[in-house]
């Protein structure tokens, strides 16, 4: 079985970074990896993090006994994990699971523990708490690896980070002590503290080929047909094609459009205020409900061409939503963009 940097598609650029890294030992303490959703940071997180921990990446196994004499020692190279000892299987994440069980590879997510487990009493709702940061990460850094080779820490969406997790990190970010990582992830990076920055190195992900995006759907069981429909619309995002694909998806993008249809046909604003809070969903999956409203609205003008009314509004609304979408692109807070494209489409 391949490492899992091995197996990533489509960021052949970052891949050989973090290789020749691994292969001269110089591995940076902090990076964040800055990109769109779903293009494969978080996989390549992963994969970095298999390989540091790897037991047997750059070591020679002597050869068993064979039946025709001793078999010749393996050599594993040092840019790859093995993909088979006990640690690499370990920190790999289990269909289903977003934490590994490698006690040396730790993940850090806005709401990914429960209050108690670190320390508090109330959700984490705005962003990953100082708690989080000192249960998980102070607590634990300074002692460097349980198990032996290296000790991970990955943040998903680093840019929740509060300020007093973040300044609570600063001290560690410095000086981290020996084979300690951090691996921050961001679709936003500019958001990030100036001072989490400068102590980072920064290594960015490309949207994905679409070309890469239909492979991989088919791989993952998807007709070519529909492979290449869906990677089309996908802006080199995998989540947004497997969102676009998903039938599951497909309800809620429906349930999204008619209830922002009916909250701008309210009297009351409250309903509008209430779609804003969609804002706090992943950005992929933003930008894919938003996608569903501008289709509404371009159908909408069509059929309202052909009654000779109405057509005018609609396509005022596509473009506002067209807008907002690329306002998101540009790193605009979600929630503060939703909000005004929906008081601005009630106008
Ligand atoms: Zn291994």
Do not use: W
């Not at 006690?103 to 850090?108: Q, T």
């Not at 509060?162 to 951090?182: C, D, Q, Y």
């Amino acid at each position: 079985m391949p490492g899992l940097l091995d197996t990533l598609l489509g960021q052949e650029p970052a891949v050989a970074t973090l290789r020749r890294a691994l292969a001269a030992d110089k591995v940076h303490h902090a990076y964040v990896f800055d990109g769109p959703d779903g293009v494969g940071k978080e996989m390549a997180a992963f994969g970095l993090a298999q390989a540091l921990l790897c037991e047997r990446r750059g070591t020679t196994v002597e050869g068993a006994r064979g039946l025709f004499g001793p078999e010749p020692p393996i050599v594993f190279p040092t840019t790859e994990a093995c993909g088979t000892c006990s640690a690499c299987t370990r920190s790999l994440l289990r269909a289903g699971e977003k934490r590994p069980v490698h006690p040396d590879l730790v993940v850090l997510e806005r709401g990914l523990y429960e209050p108690s487990q670190i320390g508090r009493r109330t959700p984490e709702t705005q962003d990953i708490s100082v708690d989080q940061v000192r249960t998980l990460v102070l607590a634990r850094a300074a002692f460097g690896p349980h198990e032996g080779r290296a000790k991970v820490f990955i943040i998903r969406r680093a840019e929740e980070l509060g300020i007093s997790a973040a300044n609570a990190l600063l001290k560690t970010l410095e000086e981290p002590g020996n084979r300690v990582h951090f691996l921050l992830l961001s679709s936003v990076p500019d958001r990030l503290l100036p001072t989490i920055r400068s102590r980072t190195q920064r290594l960015r992900f490309a949207p994905l080929p679409a070309a890469t995006v239909a492979q991989i759907l088919e791989k993952e069981g998807k007709s070519n047909e529909e492979a290449l429909r869906l990677s089309a619309r996908s802006e080199g995002s995998l989540a947004r094609a497997r969102q676009l694909g998903d039938p599951a998806a497909t309800a809620t993008r429906d349930e999204f459009v008619a209830r922002a249809r009916d909250a701008l046909r309210q009297n009351s604003i409250l309903p509008a205020l209430a779609i804003a809070e969609e804002g706090k969903k992943e950005k992929a999956e933003l930008g894919v409900l938003l996608d569903a409203l501008a289709i509404a609205f371009a159908e909408e003008g069509r059929a309202a061409a052909l009654d000779g009314d109405g057509a005018d509004r609609a396509a005022v609304r596509f473009s506002r939503v067209l807008r907002a979408t690329r306002e998101l692109d540009r790193n605009a807070s979600p929630q503060l963009t939703v909000e005004a494209l929906f008081l601005e489409l009630r106008g």
